[in-house]
């Protein structure tokens, strides 16, 4: 019996362990370019940071969607 199942539920596994890596990461990538557009450039009506943040989040769900739609094709 070949063990190549067990392979790919392994890798599945470590793909879906790295997402809230990935996510982490994105939202503090944004969030600490905010915060440096905050102090460099700062502005009376726009907030940086904020709306970076905002951009990292939608950034890192869209890559969380596309990366389980990736895992479910080559479920078949």
Excluded: C, T
């Excluded at 890596?21 to 905050?38: A, E, N």
């Amino acid at each position: 019996m070949e063990n190549k199942p067990n392979n790919k539920r392994s890798g599945k596994w470590l793909a879906l362990i790295n997402i809230p890596i990935q996510m982490g990461v994105i939202i503090f990538l944004f969030s600490y370019l905010g915060d440096w557009l905050d102090e460099n450039h700062p502005h009376p009506k726009v907030y940086y940071n904020k709306v970076l943040v905002m951009v990292g989040v939608f950034l890192a769900l869209y890559n969380v969607i596309r990366q389980v739609n990736e895992i479910n094709k080559d479920k078949d």
